[in-house]
């Protein structure tokens, strides 16, 4: 793999089993860059090791006065240093190519792995975790597997070096061969503490990371109620910590840097003094001992490579642990038989089904058997034929969710009223086949026709159920930009736009367009640029022109006028007719334009009837869309109670 052949087509399956394992699996998915590396990295070093034979020949050449010899010398002495150049460019090259193609490998990973679980990560890894694993865990990643060739190439050197001086001088290079073991392992005592630092300074850094991305991300509400400066403050405590830790962690790496340093000179004196002594007895050369001197020296450079792979190991276990934690998370999977699944009968059991709720309004409910699926090809409501699944399979069929009991039929338009406003999110997830993990286990999945959504491939899943939760993101660009996504193509940007009643939004960006184009305006981070009711108008329009076969909307006019917002819903029921429309809301303006209206209290669906006759027939519908308070709900119930008695 090359740098220009990125991205991969295809990352591959990784082994998340733990952090080493997960390095351990992108050095062997790079075997061919490894090789490569390793191979010029021994030309490099082994180039450097054999100058000191070579400056020890021309030493006894000059000794001898030889000038054939030390031509000779000079001559192998040119044709190393081009091995070193050479071997040091192509080992660079290498060794850059595997760094960035590790971490390539590693952000596509990520990028997968958020595309699939999409809001459910942030349930489980905090958002700044997300960005210190996708930033900085990514290039120390990046920095063990290619280091990981030059410490192979060094250590090679090192063990080819040894050898050479038995053979060549035994009495010296014994001295050398038993001190290189310990030049080796001399910094390893020093390394779990050295590791311990690491990982606590890489968890301090990745708290700051988080507060600094929570503090930006609502930097206008934290203006708006005077907190900037007490979450600013927060965070330069955080970065203190911080730079506490790193620093700790700096000594000790200093520390295992003057270790390297200390104990090569140690041997060195050694050799020195030990091949004086055999010198002045006439048991070796000058020109031996010159070499073995310059051997040891020129030693320290491969043994360096000892510490940086001890470094990078330490900075990228905790990175990597991280990344394989993330990589492990998986979409929850549909229950076998006999667990969640099996629950089903026995909760619908003496219930009634859901064509018999439409017809019994205010009639208390519960979860019934799924509707039977639409035979593939079918139409389904106002006449339109549903599109193809991906594979083959047919996206048709009623939305049924057995935990809850809601059912959303096939190609019609159906509002859900919840008692408690956090549990509208979460059943809007679950329609969405992203349950949070934690309510997952278990239950079964909700289904589409009669078939589970966490058992159909991903990209199927997201083609037939599209979920805008009611904090919708627009992402920087032009509006062109943000209406151009995944689409049937039966619903134009036009047509999305009006029924979204964005006239007023296109207005604006017309005016602050150079060609007086609001298509080409530039829309900021977030669409900061624009009132919060704009900013969800236009995620409406944009889940519009996906036209997908169900479409759930969590509160997508809690920010709009009620003119405006009873606009929106006629524009929602017309556009999507004949298609299956779910709207978590507790407006009655949105209420009474839905073809059905659902009503859950305590988890469970209660009731299921019109607007109208729920607001009647049910008192707790009634006090939820009202906003009626516990003393006029109490007042109504006496005077309700207090009209039986006088009829009676």
């Given at each position: 793999m090359q740098i220009r052949d990125l991205p991969y087509s295809d990352p591959g399956l990784p082994d998340v089993r733990s952090g080493p394992r997960f390095l351990w699996w992108l050095g062997r998915n790079q075997l061919g860059g490894q090789l490569k590396s390793l191979a010029w990295g021994l030309l490099h070093f082994t180039s450097i090791a054999g100058l000191p034979y070579m400056v020890g020949l021309a030493v006894e050449a000059v000794l001898d006065r030889s000038g054939a010899r030390l031509a000779l010398a000079g001559m192998l002495i040119g044709l190393l240093g081009v091995g070193i150049a050479l071997g040091d460019t192509m080992l660079h090259r290498t060794a850059v190519t595997n760094w960035v193609t590790a971490a390539a490998r590693v952000q596509q990973l990520l990028a997968r792995k958020t595309a699939r679980l999409g809001s459910a990560l942030t349930r489980r890894v905090a958002a700044g975790e997300v960005v210190a694993v996708s930033t900085g865990d990514v290039e120390k990643i990046g920095w063990f597997v290619e280091t990981l060739s030059r410490f192979a190439a060094a250590a090679l050197t090192v063990v080819l070096v040894c050898v050479g001086l038995l053979v060549y001088q035994p009495a010296l290079g014994v001295v050398v061969t038993a001190g290189m073991p310990v030049l080796a392992l001399a910094v390893l005592p020093l390394l779990p503490r050295a590791t311990r630092r690491a990982d606590f300074q890489r968890e301090k850094a990745g708290r700051a990371t988080e507060l600094a991305s929570d503090t930006v991300a609502g930097l206008r509400v934290l203006r708006g109620i005077g907190g900037e400066e007490l979450f600013l403050d927060r965070y330069r405590r955080a970065s203190q910590e911080v730079r506490t830790a790193a620093v700790r962690s700096a000594r000790m790496w200093a520390v295992i840097s003057a270790t390297q340093v200390l104990m090569p000179g140690l041997l060195l004196i050694a050799v020195v003094w030990h091949g004086v002594h055999l010198a002045r007895e006439g048991r070796i050369t000058v020109g031996e001992l010159v070499t073995v001197y310059s051997a040891v020296m020129l030693l320290n450079y491969p043994l360096r490579?000892?510490?940086?792979?001890?470094?990078?190991?330490?900075?990228?276990?905790?990175?990597?642990?991280?990344?394989?934690?993330?990589?492990?998370?998986?979409?929850?999977?549909?229950?076998?038989?006999?667990?969640?699944?099996?629950?089903?009968?026995?909760?619908?059991?003496?219930?009634?089904?859901?064509?018999?709720?439409?017809?019994?309004?205010?009639?208390?409910?519960?979860?019934?058997?799924?509707?039977?699926?639409?035979?593939?090809?079918?139409?389904?409501?106002?006449?339109?034929?549903?599109?193809?699944?991906?594979?083959?399979?047919?996206?048709?069929?009623?939305?049924?969710?057995?935990?809850?009991?809601?059912?959303?039929?096939?190609?019609?338009?159906?509002?859900?009223?919840?008692?408690?406003?956090?549990?509208?999110?979460?059943?809007?997830?679950?329609?969405?086949?992203?349950?949070?993990?934690?309510?997952?286990?278990?239950?079964?999945?909700?289904?589409?026709?009669?078939?589970?959504?966490?058992?159909?491939?991903?990209?199927?899943?997201?083609?037939?159920?599209?979920?805008?939760?009611?904090?919708?993101?627009?992402?920087?660009?032009?509006?062109?930009?943000?209406?151009?996504?995944?689409?049937?193509?039966?619903?134009?940007?036009?047509?999305?736009?009006?029924?979204?009643?964005?006239?007023?939004?296109?207005?604006?960006?017309?005016?602050?367009?150079?060609?007086?184009?609001?298509?080409?305006?530039?829309?900021?981070?977030?669409?900061?640029?624009?009132?919060?009711?704009?900013?969800?108008?236009?995620?409406?329009?944009?889940?519009?022109?996906?036209?997908?076969?169900?479409?759930?909307?969590?509160?997508?006019?809690?920010?709009?006028?009620?003119?405006?917002?009873?606009?929106?819903?006629?524009?929602?029921?017309?556009?999507?007719?004949?298609?299956?429309?779910?709207?978590?809301?507790?407006?009655?303006?949105?209420?009474?334009?839905?073809?059905?209206?659902?009503?859950?209290?305590?988890?469970?669906?209660?009731?299921?009837?019109?607007?109208?006759?729920?607001?009647?027939?049910?008192?707790?519908?009634?006090?939820?869309?009202?906003?009626?308070?516990?003393?006029?709900?109490?007042r109504a119930d006496a005077l309700t109670a207090f009209d039986i008695e006088e009829t009676a």
């Open positions: 490579h000892f510490e940086e792979i001890a470094m990078a190991y330490s900075f990228s276990r905790p990175s990597a642990k991280r990344a394989a934690r993330v990589l492990a998370l998986e979409r929850t999977a549909e229950p076998m038989a006999g667990s969640g699944a099996a629950r089903m009968p026995e909760q619908a059991s003496g219930r009634t089904s859901g064509q018999d709720r439409e017809h019994a309004p205010g009639r208390p409910v519960g979860p019934a058997e799924p509707p039977p699926a639409e035979a593939a090809g079918d139409v389904v409501g106002g006449g339109r034929t549903a599109r193809p699944w991906p594979g083959g399979a047919r996206a048709t069929g009623d939305l049924y969710d057995p935990v809850t009991g809601l059912l959303a039929p096939a190609g019609r338009f159906t509002a859900v009223v919840c008692g408690d406003p956090d549990e509208a999110g979460r059943i809007a997830e679950r329609l969405g086949g992203h349950p949070a993990f934690e309510e997952a286990s278990g239950l079964p999945s909700v289904r589409l026709g009669d078939a589970p959504l966490d058992g159909l491939p991903l990209s199927a899943a997201r083609t037939a159920v599209l979920v805008q939760d009611k904090d919708p993101v627009l992402l920087s660009g032009t509006l062109r930009d943000l209406l151009d996504v995944p689409a049937s193509g039966a619903v134009t940007p036009e047509e999305a736009l009006a029924a979204a009643q964005c006239a007023d939004v296109l207005t604006a960006l017309a005016q602050a367009s150079v060609d007086d184009d609001p298509m080409a305006a530039h829309l900021t981070e977030r669409g900061r640029s624009l009132s919060g009711g704009q900013r969800q108008r236009l995620a409406l329009a944009r889940s519009l022109v996906t036209d997908p076969e169900v479409l759930v909307l969590d509160e997508p006019t809690s920010a709009v006028d009620s003119h405006t917002e009873a606009r929106v819903g006629d524009g929602i029921r017309r556009l999507r007719s004949g298609r299956t429309t779910v709207v978590l809301t507790s407006s009655p303006l949105l209420l009474g334009r839905a073809e059905r209206v659902v009503f859950l209290a305590g988890g469970e669906v209660t009731a299921v009837g019109s607007h109208r006759e729920l607001v009647h027939a049910e008192p707790r519908y009634r006090a939820v869309v009202t906003r009626e308070t516990d003393d006029e709900r109490a």
